[in-house]
């Protein structure tokens, strides 16, 4: 199988700070550092505010990818990570513990897809999605899921998969842009590896 | 689609219900127009309502593993060839049975990659309400590209004060049994089953295979259906395109039919403008309530039962319904037989997803 892609653009943002291929930045260590990139993109997008933090992230990473090269199609989405909707869950949760505050507006952020929901609407994307849980961030899993995701919505011309793991806060975020042309870097499991690890690129 | 396609064979089911001990049993009942839903209060929440419990002892792994292990048994299938692979489709999985914050959709695919000593880890596809019929596009689009040669997918979620807390804050529950598309409709029941479908590249005694599908985001707003129905339109489209089949020939649709009127009213709109206004429909949240995760998965054996059997259901379990919706659907009124060859199935969920899969005899 060859899906024929190439990397266009990617982005990670953790604890410390975000890069992408035109930038890197440090975030100052709190919980408001989602404020900073928003700030850095010059964005306007009063949404952001009512979002949980795992869907704050995951519409900030790829924003952090358009500011590199913008979609010219709407994209399929492929949306992973690890722990679902944890900090929503718990936040719901502990109102529901101390019988109090349940809000629909908490509680429809319990799943993971919202996410998918955020993104699509922010950008008016009607997009083919797929959103799963996995164990780790593995490029060896996500290359393979990816081919198949691609033969299947062979009709799309661009791609955007997003890990965005979030738990107390704390981001995980890999997200790259996928291209049948005009790609940069080459689509494999070697290249995933390096970018996702932060080895040798900036 | 630009792939060779190999054929998706729906190759067999089974259910875990509180009506019934199997998959056969269920059928019967269903024909009888038993339901699984049963008055509740939760004076804690405030809340009174109808759901479907399962009220079992075992575990969720449990459960799982029985089910499983049941089904593998039955069909002489090989659980650890690396040609197989279970897709489990849930939202919130084990959170009822795991403490406070303890929430972990990973923990039911350790435990039966150990358990069973599976090649590869079960999948987790977790889509909101859509997760179903979507793990089931996934599954079958596997098989026609050559991924696997069977698959399991199995849905489940449960039915706790976590989602029925929440179902509530957004007035959402019905104080009765759910009257889907009616013009009185009050919202959801919500239900608990487990159900396993199998699906193989191999073709069965009675040839029903898997005939397209799409899934299209709203992208119109995280909690409330597009009021045109835009994402569920442009998801039978697609399914529609990339199946081998013509509108004219579905016989028989399965909808969502949450019985909300934001939901009903949503796909009529979109049934409407695929122009499938005069094709038979209905949904089973009256048998089943909304099983959430696991909801793409039982409606969709029903369908299939349904197509095996040439059976429509009908949509209600009330002597009386009166149906007032945007467009005139054709609700199924009562239970019929009738020769089937095409079925629908359509799901929507939060996200502003949707997903329709198509089910068609050989």
Redesign the interface.
């Known amino acids: 199988m060859n899906a024929n892609l190439n990397i266009r653009s990617w982005c990670k943002i953790d604890a410390d700070g975000f890069q992408s291929p035109s930038t890197s930045q440090s975030f100052s260590a709190d919980t408001k550092s989602w404020k900073q990139l928003y700030k850095w993109l010059g964005l306007n997008y009063s949404k952001i505010f009512k979002m949980d933090s795992l869907c704050k992230w995951s519409f900030l990473a790829v924003e952090l990818l358009k500011k590199t090269h913008d979609f010219k199609t709407c994209p399929g989405i492929y949306f992973a990570n690890h722990s679902s909707s944890y900090d929503a869950d718990a936040a719901h949760l502990n109102a529901l513990h101390h019988k109090e505050g349940i809000s629909p507006a908490v509680f429809v952020y319990t799943l993971p897809n919202i996410a998918i929901g955020e993104i699509a609407i922010a950008n008016q994307w009607h997009a083919s999605s797929q959103c799963e849980i996995f164990p780790l961030m593995d490029p060896r899993y996500f290359f393979e899921e990816l081919q198949y995701f691609i033969q299947a919505n062979g009709n799309l011309k661009e791609f955007i998969f997003i890990w965005c793991e979030v738990k107390n806060v704390q981001p995980d975020v890999f997200a790259f842009h996928l291209v049948r042309e005009g790609g940069v870097m080459p689509f494999n499991v070697e290249q995933l590896v390096k970018l996702y690890q932060g080895s040798d690129e900036k | ?3 060779p396609k190999l054929k998706a064979y729906y190759a067999g089911a089974e259910v875990i219900t509180n009506i019934s001990s199997n998959l056969d049993d269920l059928w019967s009942q269903l024909l009888a127009g038993k339901s699984c839903l049963k008055p509740y209060e939760n004076k ?1 929440l405030g809340i009174s309502t109808f759901v479907n419990a399962l009220e079992l002892k075992e575990s969720l792994n449990d459960l799982l593993a029985l089910l499983l292990e049941s089904y593998a048994q039955k069909h002489g299938l090989d659980l650890q060839s690396k040609r197989l692979r279970i897709y489990l489709s849930t ?2 999985g084990n ?1 009822k049975e795991s403490g ?2 303890a ?4 923990d039911q ?2 435990y039966l990659q150990e358990k069973f000593d599976l090649t590869h ?1 079960p ?6 309400c859509i997760s179903g019929t ?1 793990a089931i596009k ?1 599954a079958a ?2 098989i026609e ?1 050559g ?1 696997y040669d069977e698959v399991l997918v199995i849905g489940y979620d449960p039915l706790c ?2 989602v029925l ?6 007035m959402a529950l019905a104080p009765e049994l759910c009257k889907p598309f009616d013009k009185n409709r009050s919202g959801i029941n919500i239900g608990e089953v487990l159900a396993l479908v199998h699906w193989s590249k191999n073709p069965q005694r009675t040839p029903i295979f898997y005939n397209g599908g ?10 409330g259906p597009s009021r045109n129905g ?2 569920l339109f ?1 998801s039978i489209e ?1 399914a529609l395109n990339n199946g081998n089949i013509e509108r004219k020939d579905l016989d028989y649709i399965s909808a969502h039919g949450t019985a909300t009127l934001f939901n009903d009213n949503m796909e009529a709109h979109a049934f409407h403008r695929a122009g499938l206004d005069h094709v038979p429909v209905n949904s089973l949240k009256a048998y089943f309530g909304h099983t959430l995760g696991a909801a793409g998965v039982i409606e969709s054996i029903i369908s299939l039962k349904c197509l095996e059997e040439n059976q429509l259901l009908a949509n209600s379990l009330y002597e009386e319904q009166v149906y007032d919706l945007p467009f005139g659907l054709n609700v199924i009124e009562s239970n019929k037989n009738q020769e089937l060859n095409h079925v629908l199935k359509c799901s929507s ?5 949707n997903a329709a899969i198509i089910f068609s005899k050989e």
């Open positions: 689609m630009d792939y804690a939202t919130k959170i406070e914050y929430l972990s959709l990973n695919s350790e880890f999948k987790v596809i977790s889509h909101a979507l996934e689009e596997a590209m991924r004060d976590f807390s929440g179902f509530q804050s957004f799409a899934a299209v985001n709203d992208a119109n707003h995280i909690s835009e994402g442009q697609g969920g939060f996200g502003g997803c």
